[in-house]
């Protein structure tokens, strides 16, 4: 074999050589690549991953702080409506106590029973949101406050009874031209009696049969059962404003009430959660 065709077979066994070579290292290089690419993908859905978890984080942190403020918001306008509605019972009270020592007609009678039936009714459902809404450290002095308040509203009731019977009574004694003018003198005296006796241990009977006695012969109309009782109960004791339970009632409904202010204060604005 000539030297020319050894020549020609030993470079094609190089090049045979070659194209082995030439693919290993375009594998290297290719899985090199695929890796890097894996790598870069790994990093990219980590990135990704971390952003979506910080902006769900941020949307339910917002969704949280929004939720507090609302929550928020239905308490301080149950908690103002059940103040406003506490105090209200007291003033409707008052307000129809006073109004008939004027000498209420029966309809004026009448709308300020139910304009003070109304307050309380109103307060109870107050109280009832105050109990559903919490907590504890509010509900606590409400409930004090609400049984305190319809306490008052019972003996201020009561109190306006008194208050017509007494005007009544007065205007009676006054008016010279009336038939029922000495009767209803007999009766005041009757009840100035019963007053002297009431301190005594022991009932006296005696006392009250006199002013029944004189009751009975005042004309008719001039005073009704209710507003006699009335009359009686407060000439034998005190009036019902006048009253120890009526009085405890006022202090317990203000105790209750600055409790009740300073717990919702602490609730509103010292917690940053329900």
């Known amino acids: 074999m000539d030297l020319e065709v050894i020549g020609a077979l030993a470079a094609a066994g190089v090049a045979l050589i070659g194209i082995p070579a030439s693919i290993l290292i375009g594998r290297w290089q290719m899985k090199a690549a695929l890796r890097t690419a894996e790598a870069t993908s790994r990093a990219g859905l980590a990135q990704a991953e971390s952003a979506y978890r910080a902006a769900l984080d941020a949307v339910r942190a917002q969704a949280s702080a929004a939720h507090v403020q609302w929550r928020r918001g239905i308490q301080r306008e149950a908690y103002a409506s059940f103040l406003l509605a506490a105090n209200r019972v007291q003033e409707q009270g008052e307000r129809f106590a006073t109004d008939n020592e004027h000498g209420l007609s029966e309809e004026g009678i009448r709308a300020g029973k139910a304009i003070l039936d109304d307050a309380l009714a109103t307060l109870k459902a107050a ?113 019902p404003t006048s009253s120890g339970s009526y009085l405890d009632a006022v202090n317990r409904f203000s105790e209750a009430e600055a409790r009740f202010i300073r717990a919702a204060k602490i609730e509103l604005h010292s917690r940053s959660a329900p």
């Open 127 to 239: 109280q009832t949101i105050i109990e559903l809404e919490g907590p504890d450290e509010v509900a606590a002095p409400a409930a004090g406050m609400a049984d305190a308040a319809q306490m008052m509203g019972h003996h201020l009731g009561r109190q306006a009874t008194y208050e017509r019977a007494w005007g009544k009574l007065s205007r009676l004694t006054d008016d010279r031209t009336s038939d029922a003018r000495v009767p209803a003198t007999q009766l005041l005296e009757a009840f100035v009696g019963f007053r002297s006796r009431s301190g005594l241990d022991e009932p006296d009977g005696q006392a009250e049969r006199a002013c029944r006695d004189a009751w009975r012969v005042m004309p008719p109309g001039s005073l009704d059962d209710d507003e006699f009782a009335a009359l009686l109960e407060g000439w034998s004791s005190r009036p």
